[in-house]
């Protein structure tokens, strides 16, 4: 079953204060980290990149890290709050559900103001997010990004900006 979310909707997902302070302690501790697998297109236990020329992106493996539950969710959402509150509007949201399988997930593109330029301002491109839990435990968390390619389109900040924007050591969190 597939449920939307909408933006107004968006605190409810975020934890208490003491989730939130788990969120930005583990930023803190892995931000520099996945700031270097991205330049040097690495992978590393329980961290994995995605570097191509249209996506660009990070994914935790979530049982290799001492993280709640909640605070992967909490993360998620706190992560797309801070995007919305720089160029980036809300294409959609949803949780979606199965049998052992929760899904959140988060399109996020760059504000319509941004498109009425010619080039293109991208941004990062498009945003996806995303958590998987299955049999109750956090999996899964994602951010990709996909851009477009073309001369109608001004190339697309580094992906290595976003986070450092968005997370910068969890203190905008």
Request: one cysteine or more; proline letters at 4%; a positive charge.
């Amino acid at each position: 079953m597939k449920t939307l979310i909408q933006r107004q909707d968006f605190p409810q997902y975020i934890g208490s204060p003491v989730i939130v302070k788990e969120c930005r302690e583990f930023v803190s501790d892995y931000n520099e980290q996945v700031l270097h697998l991205l330049r040097t297109e690495q992978d590393l236990n329980g961290i994995s990149t995605i570097n191509s020329d249209i996506n660009r992106g990070i994914i935790f493996a979530c049982n290799s890290f001492k993280m709640s539950n909640p605070g992967w969710l909490t993360l998620l959402f706190l992560t797309a709050d801070r995007l919305m509150q720089g160029d980036y509007v809300l294409d959609h949201a949803y949780q979606e559900e199965d049998d052992k399988t929760i899904r959140y997930s988060i399109y996020m593109k760059p504000s319509l103001r941004l498109r009425a330029q010619i080039p293109v301002k991208q941004l990062f491109g498009n945003v996806f997010l995303e958590v998987r839990l299955n049999g109750g435990l956090t999996r899964q968390w994602k951010l990709l990004t996909n851009v477009y390619m073309g001369r109608t389109y001004q190339k697309p900040l580094p992906l290595e900006d976003l986070i450092t924007s968005v997370w910068q050591n969890g203190k905008n969190l």
